[in-house]
C-alpha cells in the first residue's frame, strides 16, 4: 500500500453463492452505481463496518440486505476468507463465503447498484476469462499491472478479484457443501 494513504478503515463483504437447479454453481456479484470511490466497478455486496455492527459477520449481512435486498436468513455462513487490503482506497475488507437461498425477486438499491450478476462460476474458470492490463491510479506513482476475470463486458479486479480469485478453485473442487 501507498505510503500516503490514511489507516486502514474496515469493511466487509459477503461472496453469496448457489447451486441451480441443473447443479452448476454460480456467484454473485454487481456492478456499483456510478460515482464514489468504487462506482461502476464489479463488487461483492458488502461495506464499511458501521459502529453498530456487532462484527464483520454482522457487517457483511447488513451491508448485502441494504444493497441487494438478500435477508439474513437466506445466508449460510461457509467459511471466513483471509483479510484483503485494498491498494488505493484504504479499506481493510473481511471476506465471508455463504450459500444463499435465492430469494423470489432481487431488491437491489438503484443508489448503491447499477446491475446484479449471477455468474456460473464455470465461465470465470475458462482461461479466456482471465486478462491483465496496466492501469494507472492518482494514489500511485507509476502505472500497475492488474490481473482480472472477464465477467460479461465487465471486468472483476482489485481486492474483489484478489478475494474470488484464489477461491475459485475450492469451490469447484467441491470443498464446500453447496
Do not use: K
Not at 464514489?36 to 457483511?60: M, N, S, V
Not at 471476506?95 to 423470489?104: C, D, Q, S, T
Not at 474470488?164 to 478453485?169: G, S
Amino acid at each position: 500500500m501507498p505510503p500516503d494513504l490514511p489507516a486502514p478503515r474496515d469493511a466487509s463483504v459477503l461472496v453469496p453463492v448457489y447451486r441451480d437447479a441443473a447443479g452448476a454453481l454460480h456467484v454473485v456479484m454487481m456492478r456499483r452505481a456510478a460515482g464514489g470511490l468504487h462506482g461502476g466497478q464489479l463488487a461483492f455486496p458488502g461495506g464499511r463496518r458501521e459502529p453498530h455492527d456487532a462484527d464483520a459477520w454482522d457487517t457483511a449481512l447488513r451491508e448485502t440486505e441494504e444493497e441487494i435486498g438478500l435477508p439474513r436468513a437466506a445466508v449460510t455462513r461457509l467459511a471466513t476468507l483471509p483479510m484483503v487490503e485494498t491498494r488505493t482506497t484504504g479499506m481493510r475488507i473481511a471476506p465471508f463465503l455463504g450459500r444463499i437461498e435465492l430469494p423470489r425477486a432481487w431488491r437491489p438499491d438503484p443508489a448503491e447498484v447499477a446491475e446484479l450478476l449471477d455468474v456460473p462460476i464455470a465461465q470465470l474458470a475458462r482461461p479466456e476469462a482471465r486478462g491483465s492490463s496496466l492501469e494507472t491510479f492518482p494514489t500511485w506513482p507509476v502505472p500497475q499491472r492488474i490481473d482480472w476475470l472477464l465477467v460479461g463486458n465487465h471486468r472483476l479486479w482489485g481486492a474483489s478479484y484478489r478475494i474470488f480469485e484464489p477461491l475459485m478453485p475450492r469451490l469447484l473442487s467441491g470443498e464446500w457443501t453447496i
